[in-house]
C-alpha cells in the first residue's frame, strides 16, 4: 500500500493557520533612510501583515517624521499602519489635535504609550497639562475616535516600575480604559513570556498579549538594547553568537534560527500572533515568517 505523501504534506499545510504578524519601523533620519525603509516595506508588504507601526523617539522628538512615514507607509503600499504616540513632551490638547489629524489622514492605529524621558533627563516627569500615563491616553483617544489601540507590555518588568505587581496593575489599567492588544517588549525567555500571561490572565486582563520578537542583526546591540529595558540575555544566547562578528553570513543564519525556535515554542503554547522588531531591515523577518509558514499572499493572489 502506498501513500500519497504529496496529498498528504498538502492537506496539513492547508488545515494550518498561518500565524498573525506585524511589523515595526523606526522613522528615518536621511532621505538614504528612508528609500531603505521603504524598501523595507515594500519587500515585507507581499506578507500582508495585520498591520506595521512606526515609532517615536525619546521625548517624542522625532514626531514630525513619524506622522509623515505612518501616512506614507500607508499610502503607498495599503498597509493598514500604526503611528506610536507618547505621553511625553505636549499637553493634552496637542495629543489630541495629533490624533485628530492621524484619523483625517485614514490612519485608524495607534500604539499608545507612556514614552521615554527626554533625552539629557533621567526620569518621567508627569506634565501638569498632559496625559500622565499611557492609560490615561488609551481613555483620551477613546474620546476622539474608534482607533485600533495597541499598547506595551513587559514579560520581565518595566525597567522604572516598582515591583512586578505595579507593572501588572498598569497593564490592566490600559486594558480596562479600552486598549485593544499589549504588544510585549522583546525577550528571549521563552519562560517568562509564559508566566507573565498566565500572571496577567489571573489578574482578569483579557485583551490579547502578542509577544514582541527581535531578530538578533548585531548581538552587541541587542545587549545593549536589553540592558535599557531590563530583557535578560541566557547564557546559551551569549555563548550561541560568541566569535559570529566577523562572520555575518554565518550570524544571521544563526539569528534566523534563534527566533524561529521562538517561535515555535510560543506556537506549541497557543501563541498565534507575533510582533517583529525589524530595525527597519527586511532579511531576517523575511526568512523567519518563511520558516513560520507565511508565504507572499498578495503574489499568490495575483497568480490565482
Not at 499611557?134 to 483620551?140: P, Y
Request: aromatic letters at 8%; charged letters at 25%; proline letters at 6%.
Amino acid at each position: 500500500m502506498t501513500t500519497n505523501l504529496s496529498h498528504a504534506t498538502t492537506s496539513a499545510e492547508s488545515s494550518r493557520r498561518d500565524p498573525i504578524v506585524s511589523f515595526e519601523f523606526s522613522p528615518p533620519r536621511t532621505e538614504a533612510a528612508e528609500a531603505t525603509l521603504m524598501e523595507t516595506v515594500t519587500r515585507l508588504a507581499p506578507l500582508a501583515p495585520d498591520f506595521v507601526s512606526v515609532t517615536y523617539g525619546a521625548g517624542g522628538s522625532t514626531r514630525g517624521r513619524t506622522f509623515g512615514i505612518v501616512t506614507k507607509i500607508q499610502n503607498e503600499s495599503g498597509l493598514p499602519t500604526a503611528s506610536h504616540l507618547t505621553c511625553v513632551g505636549a499637553s493634552r490638547g496637542e495629543i489630541d489635535d495629533i490624533a485628530r489629524a492621524l484619523w483625517a489622514a485614514g490612519i485608524r492605529r495607534i500604539v499608545a504609550l507612556r514614552g521615554d524621558p527626554p533625552r539629557g533627563t533621567t526620569s518621567y516627569e508627569v506634565r501638569p497639562d498632559g496625559y500622565a500615563y499611557a492609560a490615561d491616553l488609551v481613555a483620551g483617544l477613546r474620546r476622539i475616535a474608534p482607533f485600533d489601540i495597541s499598547v506595551a507590555a513587559y514579560p520581565e518588568t518595566h525597567p522604572q516600575a516598582p515591583s512586578a505587581e505595579f507593572d501588572l496593575d498598569n497593564l490592566k489599567r490600559k486594558a480596562d480604559a479600552g486598549a485593544d492588544r499589549a504588544l510585549t517588549q522583546f525577550f528571549f525567555d521563552t519562560e517568562a513570556f509564559l508566566r507573565f500571561r498566565d500572571r496577567a490572565a489571573a489578574a482578569g486582563i483579557r485583551l490579547p498579549i502578542v509577544p514582541g520578537i527581535l531578530p538578533i542583526t548585531n548581538f552587541a546591540r541587542t545587549k545593549e538594547f536589553a540592558q535599557a529595558c531590563s530583557a535578560t540575555i541566557p547564557d546559551w544566547l551569549e555563548m550561541l553568537f560568541e566569535g559570529l562578528d566577523e562572520t555575518p553570513d554565518t550570524r544571521q543564519l544563526v539569528a534566523a534560527s534563534v527566533a524561529v525556535e521562538q517561535c515555535r515554542q510560543l506556537q506549541s503554547h497557543g501563541v498565534e500572533e507575533f510582533h517583529f522588531y525589524t530595525l527597519n531591515r527586511a532579511e531576517l523577518t523575511l526568512a523567519i515568517c518563511r520558516f513560520l509558514g507565511i508565504r507572499p499572499r498578495r503574489a499568490e493572489a495575483a497568480a490565482a
